[in-house]
């Protein structure tokens, strides 16, 4: 039986034209559809969202759409810049903008950061754990101009560190995705039973 190719969206949460982010997530993206995933590109320099209005944003232009690509996804590669110690604004605005079509997915972050990302990574698994999302077990992280200078990666070991982060991606978002199916197909109680009912 052949198996569904994963699908991933890469969601560039910097509004810099020239950011190092966006730079290893569409190197991500490059990578992961050389292993035959499915990748769609959400960038959000090119793509924005209006400010997030729970009264409004469900309605606005272009958002049903968006959210056929969200909910399409198994997997979110979720690139973000470390502003004082949190996600950019356009990274959380998206992130405001869905919930159940997280759950039971894969989230796995991308920090540009100079302080390794801690802080960053913690707030992305937060948003992932109140979606009912999974995380991969560690986040990606790296340094401007000794990681990756001028739009190219130049430090061998990041490089090392990102090849281990697309295979683990890659085979974990493939068996994640195969599980949420069948749960979503069977019987067997599970917190996806939940979202069982709504299908």
Known sequence: MIEPRLKVL????SLNRASATRNVVKHVSRELQSLGADVDVLDLLDEPLALFNPDSAHGAHGFDALKKRVERADVYVLGTPDYHGSVSSAMKNF???FWH???G?????IVASPEKGLTVTDQLRTVARQCYAWTMPYGMSFAEDLDVKNGEIISDSFRKR???FIHDLH???SLIAQ??????????????ARWRAQQ
């Open 162 to 164: 990102l090849t281990m």
């Open 171 to 173: 085979r974990y978002g």
């Open 105 to 109: 997915k894969l989230f796995a972050t």
């Open 101 to 103: 079509e997280f759950a």
């Open 95 to 97: 992130l405001d903008h």
């Open 10 to 13: 890469a969601v560039i949460g």
């Open 179 to 192: 599980q949420r199916a069948a749960d979503l197909a069977g019987s067997e109680p599970g917190f996806l």
